[in-house]
């Protein structure tokens, strides 16, 4: 049984799992379907975002859950709808884990960076030779460092990327000297593995993800389907709502680009990938931002190769819609302390600074997201009429 339940709530979560090219780990969706079939109303699909195990994404799936099961007056509302409410939870595992934890010992460290950025001797020795570099001298990037950078750049499929520029080391770890959160010497690499999954969400979401979220919609025709994603979660979410019927569509500090439903793109021929999702989603496509998410505001554009500050009253070519919300087409603007209405049908950037507010590191406050008034804010979407 794929299952779980919440604790301290009578409520229970599916969790499907799936490979790194979309296909179902186990057959756990049987569960999801035959639950489908037994008169739900709502269906909410959970997605994770970067460096998401197992382990971890059970825990979110469980955090969110949970706050938004804390919300009394809102299920009571949601209750008291035509036809009732009958959720159906399920959160989608894809395997995100780009980046090891530091701590551990320095080969093991470098076998599992190389294993994700597709393995063999020749990676395992590129990286080898950055992180004992980043070792003896942190501050330098040396001839051999920067040729084994372009290596890396050169033999990972997929990369660098649908918005990126020409690959530069020496460039971005400059542009990293100025904020040593985002890594220092090591910082490239971390940026190899940001593209490779970055890409994967994508993949998953326009794979496995949009199979089990077509397969729900067909064995419960009548019932709302609700996609939530976060960080690059929000890229699978998104790519399922161009191939399933969502009712809603939130993204909560999404590591996607600002120009992702641009009518236009800006100084570039052609609109945003995803442009094609507006006008499918009846209910409100709502966006959170923060000044806080460090790894969106800092992260995000030096790996989509911008390695630049911009003004703030000027929005960059290269950035995400965590930072500065969804950019070249109409969106209403808010802020969650004082939240107007949520048009149905329209995209809502909700500046969430005050809430989304802890977190340090490289990361700042980008998994500070199990809030109240975060759940309130998926509850405006989905009771929206």
């Known amino acids: 049984m794929s299952r779980e339940s919440v604790p301290g709530h009578d409520i229970s979560c599916h969790l499907v799992c799936f490979d790194e090219t979309g296909n179902e780990r186990g057959h756990d969706s049987a569960d999801v379907i035959r639950d489908a079939r037994a008169g739900v109303t709502d269906v909410f699909f ?16 469980g955090r969110w ?9 809102e ?12 959720p159906l939870l399920v959160g989608l595992h894809w395997p995100s884990r780009a980046w090891g934890d530091e701590d551990v010992r320095t080969e093991e460290f470098i076998r599992a960076s190389a294993a994700r950025l597709g393995g ?54 400059r542009a990293c000297l100025e904020d040593p959160a985002l890594g220092g010497i090591l910082s490239p690499l971390r940026i190899l593995t940001f593209w490779k999954m970055k890409r994967r969400a994508r993949v998953v979401g326009d794979s496995g993800a949009a199979r089990i979220a077509r397969e729900v919609a067909q064995a419960a025709p009548a019932a709302r389907i ?3 994603g976060h960080g690059f979660g929000a890229i699978t979410a998104t790519a ?47 966006v959170t931002t923060s000044a806080h ?3 969106i505001g800092r992260f995000y554009p030096l790996a989509a190769r911008s390695g630049r500050r911009l003004d703030l009253d000027e929005y960059p070519k290269y950035g995400a819609i965590g930072a500065h919300g969804v950019q070249g087409t109409y969106a209403h603007g808010h802020r969650i302390g004082a939240l107007g209405e ?7 950037n909700v500046d969430c600074s005050p809430v989304i507010r802890r977190g340090d590191g490289i990361a700042g406050a980008h998994n500070d997201i199990c809030h109240a008034e975060l759940a309130r804010l998926l509850w405006r979407a989905v009771l929206s009429r």
């Open 226 to 228: 609700h996609l939530v």
């Open 65 to 73: 859950v949970a706050t938004m099961a804390g919300c009394r007056a």
């Open 293 to 295: 998410d460090h790894a």
């Open 46 to 61: 959970f997605v994770h975002g970067w460096n998401g195990d197992v382990p971890a994404a059970r825990h979110q799936y």
């Open 120 to 173: 063999g001797a020749a990676r395992t020795a590129a990286v080898r030779t950055i992180v004992q570099a980043a070792l003896r001298h942190p501050c330098r990037m040396s001839p051999a460092v920067e040729e084994a950078y372009v290596y890396l750049e050169g033999s990972v499929p997929d990369l660098p990327g649908e918005e990126g520029l020409p690959f530069d080391p020496q460039q971005l770890y």
């Open 342 to 348: 949520l048009t149905r049908g329209q995209v809502h």
């Open 75 to 86: 299920r009571e509302v949601a209750h008291r709808l035509p036809g009732g409410f009958q």
């Open 240 to 286: 399922m709502a161009t191939v399933v019927p969502a009712a809603t569509l939130t993204l909560v500090q999404g590591a996607m680009s600002l120009w992702s439903f641009a009518e236009r793109l800006p100084g570039e021929p052609g609109s945003g990938y995803f442009r094609g999702v507006l006008g499918r989603v009846p209910g409100p496509i709502v």
